[in-house]
T-cell receptor, first 112, second 114 residues
Framework: DQQVKQNSPSLSVQEGRISILNCDYT??????FLWYKKYPAEGPTFLIS?????DKNEDGRFTVFLNKSAKHLSLHIVPSQPGDSAVYFC???????????FGDGTTLTVKP | DGGITQSPKYLFRKEGQNVTLSCEQN?????MYWYRQDPGQGLRLIYY???????QKGDIAEGYSVSREKKESFPLTVTSAQKNPTAFYLC?????????????FGDGTRLSIL
């Protein structure tokens, strides 16, 4: 039973447009959510996070939105750049837990 | 430069042999993690350790073993009991092992069983 789901395996957008990556979770104990970006042959790197006490967190071109009632979060990248092409993983955790649960990832391709 | 070092990048072993993957960090982090990634799938937690000399099983611990004798090191042994060991293995660390702390990852070891 997957507790964190990224239902879109891939997404393709044009350079300069908005990229929206989605993530759903089922465990009500999760109260902290993180997005990681992964390039081929490298480990994931932390991108942005959000606590369940907020519904939005912004960092430059990256914004994460959280809808607790729907158990849904999304990552918006505006404007998208070719260098953003990578696999994006959503992760969820309980603050006092020692681990995170990851989704299967969404491969984003930004076309010039 | 602080970070996590996984070695080797590629590892080949014969079926039935145990193999140990190395993970070293110089970030002074308390917590360390091992994940397995299969094609088209996310990261699945094998083992994690929040402090030296202590570790817990993750979601897919069967066929694996770990040790945490030093803060900087968290080696993973893939035993012959692991039915399908060919995969990409990622090691990570975080400051205190709390869920609201981002994890820092190494660049992974790709293990192939011949």
């Amino acid at each position: 039973d997957q507790q964190v789901k990224q239902n879109s395996p891939s997404l393709s957008v044009q350079e300069g447009r908005i990229s929206i990556l989605n993530c759903d979770y089922t465990n009500s104990m999760f109260d902290y959510f993180l997005w990681y970006k992964k390039y081929p042959a490298e480990g994931p790197t932390f991108l942005i996070s959000i606590s369940s006490i907020k519904d939005k967190n912004e960092d430059g071109r990256f914004t994460v939105f959280l809808n607790k009632s729907a158990k849904h979060l999304s990552l918006h990248i505006v404007p998208s750049q070719p260098g953003d092409s990578a696999v994006y993983f959503c992760a969820a955790s309980a603050t006092n837990a020692g681990k995170s649960t990851f989704g299967d990832g969404t491969t984003l391709t930004v076309k010039p | 430069d602080g970070g996590i070092t996984q070695s080797p990048k590629y590892l080949f072993r014969k079926e039935g042999q145990n193999v140990t993957l190395s993970c070293e960090q110089n970030l002074n982090h308390d917590a360390m993690y091992w994940y397995r990634q299969d094609p088209g799938q996310g990261l699945r937690l094998i083992y994690y350790s929040q402090i030296v000399n202590d570790f817990q099983k993750g979601d897919i611990a069967e066929g694996y073993s770990v040790s945490r004798e030093k803060k900087e090191s968290f080696p993973l042994t893939v035993t012959s009991a692991q039915k399908n060991p060919t995969a990409f293995y990622l090691c990570a660390s975080s400051a205190q092992g709390r869920g609201n702390q981002p994890q820092h990852f190494g660049d992974g070891t790709r293990l192939s069983i011949l």
